[in-house]
């Protein structure tokens, strides 16, 4: 039973088969494990072959033959050897097709996106910068989910090396090396979206220079990531050279993976927590600042899918070593991740969306259509100038007068606002801090107040 073998004789066992089923054109579409057998038979039928005589045999030129030799010699005892591990070996079927996984989350993606897509040009007229980020980081997501949906399937039903043909092994082996090189840049795609938007969300200062910092370290790390994965070796396709004297990998592409996915994860809280400040200087009421809190933060639930990739990466680099289906794993959680990021940067389009064509799932309070109710909360009266309620927690902050900003249609149901405060020019700089987020405002009648500078 396969419980009696080590490790060790399962890794020898799988390299073996995997080196003599491709080194011999004769049994590269054929299951490794038939290589084992005909080598293994080879000195029962004919006991006296010498080596040179085996090489003609399998059809070896002198590099696979040095490289053969360096690995299997003395070649008679190491078949004995392998032929009697090779049915104590296990055979784990592969983990199942990535297609049901890769389709359910298109399709939520997708109706995801579109609503998004809606909610700008019904409450803006317009689709954003961050929005065509955004858009082109879906089309990344789906072209890489079709291409994981692929590797899963071009392996074959069976997840170790000795039960898959080397072509198999090969094809499966490019399209993982093509998946995780371009992984780096799709998770990209999607951070730039988001801190495109924090950036033009607010001008505070502070939150744009972290979001600047959070920009360079995701945008260096992706590269990294990137071209550490396709020049691992001195050869790109490297597959191509497997018995190629001169080829040569130096870099360790299990550290390299763990190091960018580490900081990959950290960049993916920094870009989820960053609003969290700006929300919390609003003059909310509790639950209020509980759903906004969340909408921003929804994000963490792809930084949960980020570590599980990461764990699977590292149970097994190498897909079919020991028996073992890594691919799958990695790939399913990929797509998990990815997509759920997409889902979850669009969370604060999909709410403005609710506020304004369900707004009672989101309700804030009095529903009487009085833009006055919105400043109710902050604790004046329907007396004093409705801009000296709207404001943030700021020593010696005071607002300036409502600017109504044409060009806005009169059944808007969220506004841009500017919070922050304007000091008097005898005093100091027209401008000292302003923050700008997205804040639900019931219909009001004309004048429509949409911002406050």
């Avoid at 960053?274 to 906004?292: D, G, S, T």
């Avoid at 097994?316 to 759920?340: C, H, Q, T, Y």
């Amino acid at each position: 039973m396969a419980t009696n073998l080590t490790e060790d004789d399962i890794y020898f066992i799988t390299l073996s088969c995997y080196y003599w089923g491709s080194s011999s054109k004769y049994f590269r579409n054929q299951v490794s494990s038939e290589a084992i057998k005909a080598w293994a038979q080879v000195y029962v039928d004919y006991p006296w072959i010498d080596d040179d005589q085996l090489a003609q045999y399998f059809g070896w030129d002198n590099k696979t033959y040095e490289l053969m030799a360096s690995q299997f010699t003395p070649f008679n005892e190491t078949a004995e050897y392998a032929v009697e591990l090779l049915p104590l070996a296990p055979h784990p079927r592969a983990t199942g097709s990535i297609l049901p996984l890769f389709v359910v989350f298109t399709i939520l993606s997708t109706v995801v996106m579109a609503l998004r897509l809606w909610s700008r040009f019904s409450l803006l007229g317009r689709i954003q910068a961050f929005d065509w980020v955004a858009l082109f980081s879906y089309f990344l997501i789906v072209a890489w989910g079709a291409y994981g949906v692929h590797a899963s399937m071009v392996g074959g039903d069976m997840a170790s090396w000795c039960d898959r043909s080397y072509n198999q092994i090969k094809q499966q082996s490019i399209a993982y090396n093509i998946g995780m090189t371009t992984y780096p840049i799709v998770v990209l795609s999607i951070k730039i979206a988001l801190l495109i938007f924090y950036y033009q969300l607010s001008t505070w200062r502070s939150l744009r220079a972290a979001v600047a910092i959070t920009a360079f370290i995701s945008i260096g790390n992706a590269i990294g990531g990137f071209f550490a994965f396709l020049f691992q070796c001195n050869r790109v396709n490297f597959w191509d050279y497997e018995f190629d004297m001169t080829l040569e990998c130096k870099v360790n592409t299990l550290n390299a993976i763990l190091g960018t996915g580490v900081v990959n994860i950290i960049t993916d809280a920094l870009v989820w927590v960053l609003p969290m400040p700006l929300v919390w200087k609003l003059q909310l009421y509790p639950r209020e600042r509980i759903i906004a809190i969340f909408t921003f933060g929804l994000g963490g639930i792809a930084c949960i899918a980020a570590a599980i990739r990461l764990k699977a990466v590292q149970d097994s680099i190498r897909f079919g070593i020991n028996g073992k289906d890594s691919v799958l794993p990695i790939i399913a959680w990929g797509i998990i991740e990815l997509n759920l990021a997409l889902i979850c940067s669009s969370a604060p389009a999909l709410r403005a969306l609710i506020m304004k064509h369900v707004p009672k799932l989101l309700s804030y309070g009095s529903s009487t259509g009085d833009i006055r109710s919105i400043f109710k909360r902050t604790g004046g009266n329907s007396g004093v100038s409705a801009a000296s309620r709207v404001h943030i927690k700021n020593n010696g902050a005071r607002i300036g007068r409502p600017q109504v900003i044409p060009g806005y249609s009169n059944d808007m149901s969220t506004a841009s606002i500017r919070i922050g405060y304007i000091e008097d020019e005898k005093e100091g700089s027209p401008t000292s801090m302003t923050t700008e987020v997205e804040l639900p405002i019931q219909r009001p009648q004309s004048p429509k107040v949409v911002a406050f500078v």
